[in-house]
């Protein structure tokens, strides 16, 4: 069945050092790519939403040169936190539609945990 | 900007109980309605579809109120087990362009 593949689950770094959190969508082409962080104890919040190849779309607030997105391919999709700071730390996770218009089924990675020193 | 409200919780409630949820949205050309379960630090998963005729899946019944805008999940005999954070998802879609918007979800906890 259709899986999305994130890694790595958990990333501890230090500041000012960049992270990159990769999905792959298995046996499915994902033309949409959602992305999300979760603070602790809050509900998902959509960061940014990427197409296959054409730029993302981030959401207000969410800084396009700090959080890059990269979807070149119909099966991979990468989140860049570039210079990590404490306050990035964070839950983020993707998730892709089946069909590019499906409103049938999200498919969510496992999310990465990513601590910052 | 699309909204989507949802009972802030939390809910404690004892085994066996009945437990509803409900989930407003600011759309009326929403198109389609789910259910997820997300347990701490996991992804969510999917519960089901909210269809307009309502649905049932064992214990779990979903229904979409279109009128009023909102749709709702309703737990029978709630176990130990259910408890967990239940999110709500609207998908609106159209030419070119796909809107998903989250309800911030309501936590359940089922006590013994």
């Known amino acids: 069945g259709a899986v999305v593949s994130q890694h790595p689950s958990r990333v501890i770094c230090k500041s000012g050092t960049s992270v990159k959190i990769e999905c792959r969508s298995l046996?499915?082409?994902?033309?949409?790519m959602f992305w999300y962080r979760q603070f602790p104890k809050q509900s998902l919040m959509l960061m940014a939403t990427?197409?296959?190849?054409?730029?993302?779309?981030?959401e207000q607030g969410v800084e396009k040169d700090k959080f890059l997105i990269n979807h070149a391919s119909l099966t991979l999709s990468t989140l860049t936190v570039t210079s990590a700071h404490p306050e990035d730390s964070s839950f983020y996770i993707c998730s892709a539609p089946l069909g590019r218009y499906s409103n049938e089924k999200l498919f969510f990675g496992s999310g990465t945990q990513l601590s910052v020193l | 900007r699309k909204e989507v409200e949802q009972d802030p919780g939390p809910f404690n409630v004892p085994e066996g109980a009945t437990v509803a949820f409900n989930c407003t949205y600011s759309?009326?050309?929403?198109?389609?309605f789910f259910w997820y379960r997300q347990d701490c630090r996991k992804e969510p998963k999917l519960l089901m579809s909210v269809y307009s005729s309502g649905n049932e899946d064992g214990r779990f019944t979903a229904q979409l109120n279109r009128a009023s805008q909102y749709i709702s999940l309703l737990i029978r005999d709630s176990k130990l087990s259910d408890s967990a954070t239940y999110l709500c998802?609207?998908?609106?879609?159209?030419?070119?362009?796909?809107?998903?918007?989250f309800g911030k979800g309501t936590k359940l906890s089922v006590i013994p």
């Open positions: 759309d009326s050309a929403s198109q389609s």
């Open positions: 990427s197409n296959e190849g054409s730029k993302a779309t981030y």
């Open positions: 046996d499915f082409q994902a033309t949409t």
């Open positions: 998802v609207v998908i609106l879609t159209g030419a070119g362009s796909y809107q998903l918007t």
